[in-house]
T-cell receptor
Framework: SQQGEEDPQALSIQEGENATMNCSYK?????LQWYRQNSGRGLVHLIL?????REKHSGRLRVTLDTSKKSSSLLITASRAADTASYFC????????????FGQGTILTVHP | NAGVTQTPKFRVLKTGQSMTLLCAQD?????MYWYRQDPGMGLRLIHY???????AKGEVPDGYNVSRLKKQNFLLGLESAAPSQTSVYFC???????????????FGSGTRLTVV
């Protein structure tokens, strides 16, 4: 099954700063998705970018996708303390449908 | 629209006891999944289902069984609980292959299980 690997493992910033986290994967994909998990809670779907898209925006979120480098980045602008969470990227495609697998995630801490 | 509902939210079991976790979704999703999450780790896929009456093994299926008798429900069973099964369990659902190109997965809020 396919899996995205997030980098860095942990990120600590001040409120108001931008946060950037990256995702790398190894095979061809249909889409790439980012999820947020607040401590002890379920995952929340943030944004999905298809393999034929290069950039997508949703509120303070900006996702880019470079299929030639097999990588994606998630930018959160003007971070808030409430953005403190773990962020995961997942990829789907090929024979991996039905087997969504996760990496370790990036732990983002936004200090007030 | 409730999304994905997991019951129970918390449970403490003694070693050797059995239990069933229930996942229910009201979005008419074809695919459903069970994951476990241990401290400091990402989610690991236990079992999944691509349709009513069908199930398949994920990364860590040992010690668990599942059933999908109705499209909206996906049950996870522990026949003889072990301390190693102490974890937080998450259920998720999604559309099937075609529609999944444009939609993400919906997760439940989790079941925190402790086996003593």
């Amino acid at each position: 099954s396919q899996q995205g690997e997030e980098d860095p493992q942990a990120l600590s910033i001040q409120e108001g700063e931008n946060a950037t986290m990256n995702c790398s994967y190894k095979t061809s994909i249909n889409n790439l998705q980012w999820y947020r998990q607040n401590s002890g809670r379920g995952l929340v779907h943030l944004i999905l970018i298809r393999s034929n898209e290069r950039e997508k925006h949703s509120g303070r979120l900006r996702v880019t996708l470079d299929t030639s480098k097999k990588s994606s980045s998630l930018l959160i602008t003007a971070s808030r303390a409430a953005d403190t969470a773990s962020y995961f990227c997942v990829v789907t495609g090929g024979t991996s449908y039905g087997k969504l697998t996760f990496g370790q995630g990036t732990i983002l801490t936004v200090h007030p | 629209n409730a999304g994905v509902t997991q019951t129970p939210k918390f449970r403490v079991l003694k070693t050797g006891q059995s239990m069933t976790l229930l996942c229910a979704q009201d979005m008419n999703h074809e695919y459903m999944y069970w994951y476990r999450q241990d401290p400091g780790m990402g989610l690991r896929l236990i079992h999944y289902s691509v349709g009513e009456g069908t199930t398949a093994k994920g990364e860590v299926p040992d010690g668990y069984n599942v059933s999908r008798l109705k499209k909206q429900n996906f049950l996870l069973g522990l026949e003889s609980a072990a301390p190693s099964q102490t974890s937080v369990y998450f259920c998720a659902s999604s559309y099937s292959r075609g529609r999944a190109l444009n939609y993400g997965y919906t997760f439940g809020s989790g079941t925190r299980l402790t086996v003593v």
